[in-house]
Nanobody, 118 residues
C-alpha cells in the first residue's frame, strides 16, 4: 500500500502563487509516474501535470507556462509550483501515483483546496 498526503493549498488572489506538495509513504518502491489532477464542482476530474521518475513531464494546455511540476525521488515527494493563478484554477487538487510491477496500481491523496479570487 502507498499513502499520499497533499499540502500547500489555500486562498490566493488572481495573479498570485501557491506551491503544492505531495509526500508518499508505505511501500514506495517501483513508483513511476506521479502527477496532479484537479476537480471543480460540477466538472470532471482533469489532469494538470505529470512527471516520471526520469524527469519527463506533461502539462495540460491551460497551465503551460504558468505551472511547473518537479519531483524529489530521494524524498518520494512531488511538487506543483503554480504562478499567475486565475479564478478558473479554483478546484480541489489531488496527488496521484502509479506503482508498476506484474500489475499496475494507482493511488490517490485526499485532495487540497485551491481557491483563486478575482
Amino acid at each position: 500500500q502507498v499513502q499520499l498526503v497533499e499540502s500547500g493549498g489555500g486562498l490566493v488572489q488572481a495573479g498570485g502563487s501557491l506551491r503544492l506538495s505531495c509526500a508518499a509513504s508505505g511501500n514506495i518502491f517501483n513508483i513511476n509516474a506521479m502527477g496532479w489532477y484537479r476537480q471543480a464542482p460540477g466538472k470532471q476530474r482533469e489532469l494538470v501535470a505529470a512527471i516520471t521518475s526520469g524527469g519527463s513531464t506533461n502539462y495540460a494546455d491551460s497551465v503551460k507556462g504558468r505551472f511547473t511540476i518537479s519531483r524529489d525521488n530521494a524524498k518520494n515527494t512531488v511538487h506543483l509550483q503554480m504562478n499567475s493563478l486565475k479564478p478558473e484554477d479554483t478546484a480541489v487538487y489531488y496527488c496521484s501515483a502509479e506503482q508498476t510491477g506484474r500489475l499496475t496500481y494507482r493511488y490517490w491523496g485526499q485532495g487540497t483546496q485551491v481557491t483563486v479570487s478575482s
